[in-house]
């Protein structure tokens, strides 16, 4: 608690009981002063004290926590105003939560205050008889404008006190307003004559008009509704505040219109006087307003540039995750454009150059571009995405990007700047609205692969620095799909020519005839269905597999072939018959964690009299079926078992069949005969028929016969083995 003689002191003791029952009397305008002390100053909190010997009298407050609101006062040992008035000067305080002797003091613990300002209050004799103070429960830095502010307004409660003394409120108060750094004018009448201005708002607003006008002359821009705003305030006497409003004018000393921001507040001049309280009245046509304006821009563009920059993040965020959704680069494309509109353009194209060139040079003339990618705002022609536009000269955006190697910036079509060469197909779009253009070229293994076209129409404002940096961050991003696109044709170029390898013709087998045929879901899809067949030592045996490995990628290719050498090892190693060899591939799979689900059927065929002998075994896969002449076809369902799962494993059984002269036994994987709409078992019965049916042909064309119906859906392997006869 602070002590000293000051606070017993009989003369400031009696100046604080002079002016209490003042100040309580006028309770309304030192709210409004301890209002505007906060507003100011950009604090929650704002209080008017008189300090006694024990009790602060909190004849003004606005934002301060119950009971102390309702009670109007509270000890001396709370709070930082106290010591305030012993100082005998302004007092702040900035984070009371890093003080040692401030973090325990009743202001931090008890009312939350962090960040204190105070400024003592000294009546017309001297005596100090209280303060004006602002805090805030956060830290803060209060600023040298801050500090002139609060001492400024401070002289403004001193005045209201004075109402019955001999100092001239009015002139008090204009002298308070001069010294203070926000916008001040004050307005008399019902028409709001402007009879005040002080320096500040001169500097802000221009000296002319003069004073004596009414606002809405004097100043065009302030007619409408705040005119209604003034008309209400003065009507209800409650005040009005707004922030971030928002006037864009040629200033004074300036030659274009400007945007800038204030907090603004109006506010009846004579602060809540009473009629009949003793202090005097104010008549209806002598009351007028106090208008006060703090220029916010620095704050207002700082918070918008955060808010921007936010933005352009959470758009790069977007664009870097569209790289890892799919291999499908062209949808990766057409994503990054979709992107930058129209947070960052109004029009975006990506041209991928069908040969890439170095940047930096001239390239060889004509240059043909696919246009892969486009988005714009509604209202801009975007073209057709196409292939091979051909641009033949040098004043373009993608010949001059090139020939820079960079980023580059241009207006379209100012009396300055020729039109550009374009083709008819980009002409159309480039000039429809568009002023400016940004090009930013593509670089991939160091050469130009594709021009990403960025445009502003209208009255939209040219990109700023931070914004040219998020569009060229777009162009790397195109450059990082176009790389994985790259990479990823590379590397299934490479699978398929694996797959291939290992999909080798059939052998030739004396008493046989082997034919095979492989079908990829798409062009140039690399999948994990194959089919093998190899003799097994010298008695002419021969081993056959169907597979399939889940899956339409490079890993189910690799997990393909991986299976495949293992299988022709165990097979040829002949220990185990076909049950027992896929037994041992699902142990080993589990050893090199091989984790592709996979189905098969493996059989070894050996010759018996003039027909052939079959024993065979199945991981879960679609059984084989025989057709024998002059019987019907016959699934070989008799031997079973589980597909190949990391994991488990279960025996498998295996069974055994004659092959007769003339018979033909047929191996295919669920993609010869699964359709979306279709039971599995129909499907394989209407195979059955077909293949029937299709018998008599040799066993080249029956393949071919039987893949002609196939689905497009799905890889096919099939393997047909037929015995003379």
Same mark, same amino acid.
């Given at each position: 608690?602070?002590?000293?003689?000051?606070?017993?002191?009989?003369?400031?003791?009696?100046?604080?009981?002079?002016?209490?029952?003042?100040?309580?009397?006028?309770?309304?305008?030192?709210?409004?002063?301890?209002?505007?002390?906060?507003?100011?100053?950009?604090?929650?909190? %704002?209080?008017?004290?008189?300090?006694?010997?024990?009790?602060?009298?909190?004849?003004?407050?606005?934002?301060?926590?119950?009971?102390?609101?309702?009670?109007?006062?509270?000890?001396?040992?709370?709070?930082?105003?106290?010591?305030?008035?012993?100082?005998? $000067?302004?007092?702040?305080?900035?984070?009371?939560? !890093?003080?040692?002797?401030?973090?325990?003091?009743?202001?931090?613990?008890?009312?939350?205050?962090?960040?204190?300002?105070?400024?003592?209050?000294?009546?017309?004799?001297?005596?100090?008889?209280?303060?004006?103070?602002?805090?805030?429960?956060?830290?803060?830095?209060?600023?040298?404008?801050? =500090?002139?502010?609060?001492?400024?307004?401070?002289?403004?409660?001193?005045?209201?006190?004075?109402?019955?003394?001999?100092?001239?409120?009015?002139?008090?108060?204009? !002298?308070?307003?001069?010294?203070?750094? #926000?916008?001040?004018?004050?307005?008399?009448?019902?028409?709001?004559?402007?009879?005040?201005?002080?320096?500040?708002? /001169?500097?802000?607003?221009?000296?002319?008009?003069?004073? %004596?006008?009414?606002?809405?002359?004097?100043?065009?821009?302030?007619?409408?509704?705040?005119?209604?705003?003034? &008309?209400?305030?003065?009507?209800? %006497?409650?005040?009005?505040?707004?922030?971030?409003?928002?006037?864009?004018?040629?200033?004074? *000393?300036?030659?274009?219109?400007?945007?800038?921001?204030?907090?603004?507040?109006?506010?009846?001049?004579?602060?809540?006087?009473?009629?009949?309280?003793?202090?005097?009245?104010?008549?209806? #046509?002598?009351? @007028?307003?106090?208008?006060?304006?703090?220029?916010?821009?620095?704050?207002?563009?700082?918070?918008?540039?955060?808010?921007?920059?936010?933005?352009?993040?959470?758009?790069?965020?977007?664009?870097?995750?569209?790289?890892?959704?799919?291999?499908?680069?062209?949808?990766?494309?057409?994503?990054?454009? =979709?992107?930058?509109?129209?947070?960052?353009?109004?029009?975006?194209?990506?041209?991928?150059?069908?040969?890439?060139?170095? +940047?930096?040079?001239?390239? +060889?003339?004509?240059?043909?571009?696919?246009?892969?990618?486009?988005?714009?705002?509604?209202?801009?022609?975007?073209?057709?995405?196409?292939?091979?536009?051909?641009?033949?000269?040098?004043?373009?955006?993608?010949?001059?990007?090139?020939?820079?190697?960079?980023?580059?910036?241009?207006?379209?079509?100012?009396?300055?700047?020729? /039109?550009?060469?374009?083709?008819?197909?980009?002409?159309?779009?480039?000039?429809?609205?568009?002023?400016?253009?940004?090009?930013?070229?593509?670089?991939?293994?160091?050469?130009?692969?594709?021009?990403?076209?960025?445009?502003?129409?209208?009255? /939209?404002?040219?990109?700023?620095?931070?914004?040219? $940096?998020?569009?060229?961050?777009?162009?790397?991003?195109?450059?990082?799909?176009?790389?994985?696109?790259?990479?990823?044709?590379?590397?299934?170029?490479?699978?398929?020519?694996?797959?291939?390898?290992?999909?080798?013709?059939?052998?030739?087998?004396?008493?046989?005839?082997?034919?095979?045929?492989?079908?990829?879901?798409?062009?140039?899809?690399?999948?994990?269905?194959?089919?093998?067949?190899?003799?097994?030592?010298?008695?002419?045996?021969? #081993?056959?597999?169907? *597979? &399939?490995?889940?899956?339409?990628?490079?890993?189910?290719?690799?997990?393909?072939?991986?299976?495949?050498?293992?299988? /022709?090892?165990?097979?040829?190693?002949?220990?185990?018959?076909?049950? @027992?060899?896929? &037994?041992?591939?699902?142990?080993?799979?589990?050893?090199?964690?091989?984790?592709?689900?996979?189905?098969?059927?493996?059989?070894?065929?050996?010759?018996?009299?003039?027909?052939?002998?079959?024993?065979?075994?199945?991981?879960?896969?679609?059984?084989?079926?025989?057709?024998?002449? @002059?019987?019907?076809?016959?699934?070989?369902?008799?031997?079973? *078992?589980?597909?190949?799962?990391? %994991?488990?494993?279960?025996?498998?059984?295996?069974?055994?069949?004659?092959?007769?002269?003339?018979?033909?036994?047929?191996?295919?994987?669920?993609?010869?005969?699964?359709?979306?709409?279709?039971?599995?078992?129909?499907?394989?019965?209407?195979?059955?028929?077909?293949?029937?049916?299709?018998?008599?042909?040799?066993?080249? !064309?029956?393949?071919?016969?039987?893949?002609?119906?196939?689905?497009?859906?799905?890889?096919?392997?099939?393997?047909?083995?037929?015995?003379?006869?």
């Amino acid at each position: 608690m602070p002590t000293g003689d000051l606070l017993s002191d009989p003369e400031r003791l009696a100046a604080v009981d002079q002016a209490l029952p003042i100040a309580q009397a006028d309770r309304a305008a030192l709210d409004r002063l301890a209002k505007l002390a906060a507003l100011v100053l950009d604090a929650p909190v %704002g209080v008017v004290t008189l300090i006694a010997t024990a009790q602060q009298y909190l004849v003004g407050l606005t934002g301060l926590r119950e009971p102390y609101a309702t009670l109007r006062r509270m000890p001396v040992g709370t709070g930082y105003c106290p010591a305030t008035l012993l100082a005998g $000067g302004p007092r702040y305080i900035e984070d009371a939560a !890093k003080d040692p002797e401030l973090s325990g003091s009743s202001g931090h613990a008890e009312l939350g205050f962090v960040a204190y300002a105070g400024v003592p209050l000294r009546d017309a004799a001297g005596h100090l008889i209280g303060t004006l103070c602002v805090a805030d429960t956060r830290a803060r830095r209060w600023r040298p404008v801050d =500090r002139r502010a609060l001492e400024a307004l401070a002289e403004s409660v001193v005045s209201e006190l004075a109402l019955h003394g001999d100092i001239d409120r009015r002139q008090r108060l204009l !002298k308070a307003f001069d010294n203070a750094p #926000a916008a001040i004018a004050v307005t008399h009448g019902p028409d709001h004559v402007l009879e005040y201005r002080n320096p500040a708002y /001169r500097t802000i607003f221009g000296e002319r008009p003069p004073a %004596g006008l009414p606002i809405a002359v004097a100043h065009p821009w302030l007619s409408g509704p705040f005119r209604t705003v003034l &008309d209400q305030v003065l009507a209800t %006497g409650e005040t009005f505040s707004a922030t971030d409003v928002s006037v864009t004018l040629v200033w004074p *000393g300036e030659q274009r219109p400007r945007q800038r921001f204030f907090d603004c507040s109006a506010i009846d001049r004579d602060l809540g006087l009473r009629r009949g309280s003793g202090v005097g009245r104010v008549s209806a #046509a002598d009351r @007028g307003l106090l208008v006060v304006a703090v220029e916010v821009t620095d704050r207002v563009e700082a918070v918008r540039d955060l808010q921007r920059r936010a933005r352009h993040q959470e758009l790069l965020a977007r664009a870097s995750a569209t790289l890892n959704r799919n291999l499908d680069t062209a949808a990766e494309l057409r994503e990054l454009a =979709r992107v930058a509109v129209p947070e960052l353009a109004d029009l975006s194209i990506v041209h991928r150059l069908a040969r890439p060139v170095p +940047p930096g040079r001239m390239p +060889p003339l004509p240059v043909f571009t696919d246009r892969v990618a486009a988005a714009a705002i509604p209202g801009i022609e975007l073209p057709p995405l196409a292939t091979h536009v051909r641009w033949t000269g040098d004043g373009n955006p993608i010949i001059e990007t090139i020939q820079e190697g960079r980023m580059l910036r241009r207006p379209i079509a100012t009396p300055a700047v020729p /039109r550009w060469s374009l083709p008819p197909s980009a002409a159309a779009t480039i000039h429809s609205g568009l002023n400016y253009v940004v090009a930013a070229p593509v670089i991939v293994d160091g050469l130009v692969a594709a021009i990403v076209v960025f445009g502003v129409c209208h009255d /939209r404002p040219l990109w700023t620095d931070d914004e040219l $940096g998020a569009l060229g961050e777009i162009a790397r991003f195109a450059g990082r799909a176009l790389e994985h696109g790259l990479s990823y044709e590379r590397t299934r170029a490479s699978a398929l020519v694996l797959q291939r390898s290992l999909l080798t013709d059939p052998p030739e087998v004396p008493g046989l005839e082997l034919s095979a045929r492989y079908q990829p879901a798409g062009h140039d899809e690399v999948g994990g269905d194959w089919y093998d067949a190899f003799p097994l030592g010298s008695d002419n045996g021969l #081993a056959v597999v169907i *597979g &399939d490995v889940v899956g339409h990628d490079i890993t189910a290719a690799a997990a393909m072939g991986q299976l495949r050498a293992s299988l /022709r090892t165990l097979a040829l190693d002949r220990a185990d018959g076909p049950a @027992g060899v896929l &037994d041992r591939l699902g142990v080993i799979n589990d050893r090199l964690r091989i984790t592709q689900f996979a189905t098969l059927v493996h059989a070894e065929l050996s010759q018996a009299g003039d027909g052939w002998r079959m024993r065979w075994a199945v991981a879960g896969h679609p059984p084989p079926f025989l057709v024998t002449p @002059g019987a019907r076809p016959r699934l070989l369902t008799e031997a079973t *078992g589980m597909a190949l799962v990391a %994991g488990l494993a279960r025996p498998r059984t295996e069974a055994e069949t004659a092959l007769p002269p003339g018979s033909t036994l047929l191996l295919y994987t669920d993609g010869l005969v699964e359709r979306p709409d279709t039971d599995l078992y129909r499907s394989i019965v209407a195979l059955e028929v077909r293949a029937a049916a299709a018998m008599e042909l040799p066993i080249e !064309k029956l393949c071919d016969e039987l893949l002609r119906g196939a689905p497009t859906t799905d890889d096919v392997a099939l393997l047909a083995i037929r015995v003379p006869g």
